[in-house]
T-cell receptor, first 111, second 112 residues
Framework: QKEVEQNSGPLSVPEGAIASLNCTYS??????FFWYRQYSGKSPELIMS????GDKEDGRFTAQLNKASQYVSLLIRDSQPSDSATYLC???????????FGPGTRLSVLP | DTAVSQTPKYLVTQMGNDKSIKCEQN?????MYWYKQDSKKFLKIMFS???????INETVPNRFSPKSPDKAHLNLHINSLELGDSAVYFC???????????FGAGTRLSVL
């Protein structure tokens, strides 16, 4: 089983809609999770980090963590065409010994 | 001022050559990383150094050798380059081990 799984997409949403990106992980001991955004040809940039169960909001972005079900999600409200990018879920694994990225979900926001 | 800078940005070379990529961060972070992003865009950690000490060494051919002369610099030397080494290599740094990471712009390596 892959350590971090994401739907590769593309996920297409109309402008102004809510985009929902999901990520599941296999290491039950994982504590720290991150969402990065990567535009084509650019480097990953951090959007959110989340360490505790529940929701964490920052502007139009909300990260959700459910450790019992081993999933992390990212909601983007009022999606804009500029949000079109690949979203990478990442986590700390193996009792803090490693850092793993998921394969990424490509989001396309249609004007 | 660029926080994490890598040089060169592009590297085109022949199979069998040896090449180096340099990385420097001015964020005052203790931990630095090298990642490889292949043609399928999968981003995989290769190495990590904390305060000049190697702490993560993933299953990478020993043709790849990282070197950290100080905690602000992490270089990557690759011997006997192969076609499969073609990828984008990203350097990153974080304040604490496996914390929030800041990435350099990447080095696109093409092996012909």
């Amino acid at each position: 089983q892959k350590e971090v799984e994401q739907n590769s997409g593309p996920l297409s949403v109309p402008e102004g809609a809510i985009a929902s990106l999901n990520c599941t992980y296999s290491d039950r001991g994982s504590q720290s999770f991150f969402w990065y955004r990567q535009y084509s040809g650019k480097s990953p940039e951090l959007i959110m980090s989340i360490y505790s169960n529940g929701d964490k909001e920052d502007g139009r972005f909300t990260a959700q963590l459910n450790k019992a079900s081993q999933y992390v999600s990212l909601l983007i409200r009022d999606s804009q065409p500029s949000d079109s990018a690949t979203y990478l879920c990442a986590g700390v694994y193996n009792y803090g010994q490693n850092f793993v990225f998921g394969p990424g979900t490509r989001l396309s926001v249609l004007p | 001022d660029t926080a994490v800078s890598q040089t060169p940005k592009y590297l085109v070379t022949q199979m069998g050559n040896d090449k180096s990529i340099k990385c420097e961060q001015n964020l005052g972070h203790d931990t630095m990383y090298w990642y490889k992003q292949d043609s399928k865009k999968f981003l995989k950690i290769m190495f990590s150094y904390n305060n000049k000490e190697l702490i993560i060494n993933e299953t990478v051919p020993n043709r790849f050798s990282p070197k950290s002369p100080d905690k602000a610099h992490l270089n990557l030397h690759i011997n006997s380059l192969e076609l499969g080494d073609s990828a984008v290599y990203f350097c990153a740094s974080s304040l604490k081990v496996l914390g929030i990471q800041y990435f350099g712009a990447g080095t696109r390596l093409s092996v012909l």
